[in-house]
Structures are given as C-alpha cells and as structure tokens.
C-alpha cells in the first residue's frame, strides 16, 4: 500500500495568495483528518470526515480556511487569502479500523 | 470528552540508558491506546498500540508500553535507547463516539550519544 499521499511537499507562496493542499487516504479507510502543526502550538486537529461528509470542523481557525472531499479517495484543504501565520506543516491521516491513524508526509507552507 | 497528558515535555538521556516516558488519559471506559513517534523533520509513525488483551504491547525498534487501567496510565519503556531515538513522541486516545484521536502535547527525547 502507498500510505496516504500529500501534495505538494513543499509550498512557498506570497501574503494574499491562494493555497490548496492535497491529500489521498489509503484506500478502504472510511475517516480522513487534516492537522496543522507549528513550533508554537504543536499538533492541533483542523478538520475531520467520515463517509466524505465533515464532522468536526472546529479546529478551523478561521473562514480563510475550507476543505473538502469528494470523493473517498480525495480531500483538499484551502487556505485563502494566505498568510504569514499560516506557515505551518499540514498532515493529513486516514484512520483504520482499531482507530489508529496513518500519517501522510506533510506539506511544509511557508507564506511570505 | 477524551484528553491525554503527557507530563515530560523534554527528556534527555545518554545512548544505552533506559527510558519512560509518561502519558496518562482522563476517559475510564473502553479505550484504544497509541504511541506515536516523529523523526526529525518527517511525519508521525505509529509505534505501537493497545486495544485490548495484553497489557503489555510490543512495538517496533524495541519500545513496549503498559496499560495499566486502574492508574489511567500507557507509559512507554525502552530498556537501552540508541542515538537514533532522537525524536519527539506522542501518545494518544481514541473516542469512539467521536471517531478521533486526542494527542497529548507531546515529549521531545534527546540521546547524546
């Protein structure tokens, strides 16, 4: 199995920007999430889905922010307009099915 | 709601020294147990897990953790660590109702070697 695949690795943009996150879950996995991790506020949970319909989406820092999937094997997280303190590394996981999660690589975003 | 705590935020130790690092979760019913570990730079990698049975689980590159339910405790043992454990590690639980984990802030290890 591939594990779950995020693209790109790496994502340099400009303040005010677009951004868009990529991410595949590892097939036959019902549950996707999407983190945000930083030096100053460590591993917070973003947003999750079961069955491609979102759960929580509380960990959303703000309307800046939107994702989606739609399909099972699909999710995208959006940030616009970018900025500086968005800079972070996005994880996105899959869980299985004694509730472990699998980690993607990340993609390292640094707005300028 | 689940939360786990994770009492050690940095630990340093020297190669071939033993190792436990703490984690502690608030919900006493039913309860899937994680440890995970983030190299360097890379993402974070499942060590090990408990769900039921055996206390006592084994995971990968020697680590084992004991559920112990009565203490509310998963704590992490490696007998002899290497230079190459050099990471950060994070426990977590599952909520089932909810469907996701909750991590603890995890514990920064550093082995000199």
């Known amino acids: 199995d591939a594990g779950v695949i995020q693209s790109p690795r790496h994502e340099v943009t400009e303040m005010g920007q677009e951004v868009t996150l990529r991410c595949k879950p590892i097939s036959g996995h019902n549950s996707l999430f999407w983190y945000r991790q930083t030096m100053m506020r460590g591993l917070e949970l973003l947003i999750y889905f079961n069955n491609n319909v979102p759960i929580d989406d509380s960990g959303m820092p703000e309307d800046r922010f939107s994702a989606k999937m739609p399909n099972a094997s699909f999710s995208t997280l959006k940030i616009q307009p970018s900025e500086p303190r968005d800079s972070a590394v996005y994880f996105c996981?899959?869980?299985?099915?004694?509730?472990?999660?699998?980690f993607g690589p990340g993609t390292r975003l640094t707005v300028t | 709601a689940q939360s786990v705590s994770q009492h050690n935020h940095h630990v340093i130790l020297s190669e071939a020294a033993s190792l436990e690092l703490g984690c502690n979760y608030s919900y006493g019913g039913t309860v899937n147990l994680f440890w995970y570990v983030q190299y360097p730079g890379q993402h974070l990698q499942l060590l090990l897990k408990?769900?039921?049975?055996?206390?006592l689980v084994k995971g990968i590159k020697g680590f084992e953790a004991e559920f112990i339910k009565s203490k509310f405790s998963f704590n992490l043992r490696k007998p002899s660590v290497q230079w190459s454990d050099t990471a950060e590690y994070f426990c977590a639980a599952a909520d089932f109702i909810k469907g996701r984990l909750y991590f603890g802030r995890g514990t920064q290890l550093t082995v000199w070697p």
């Open positions: 408990y769900f039921s049975g055996d206390p």
């Open positions: 996981a899959s869980r299985g099915r004694e509730y472990e999660q699998y």
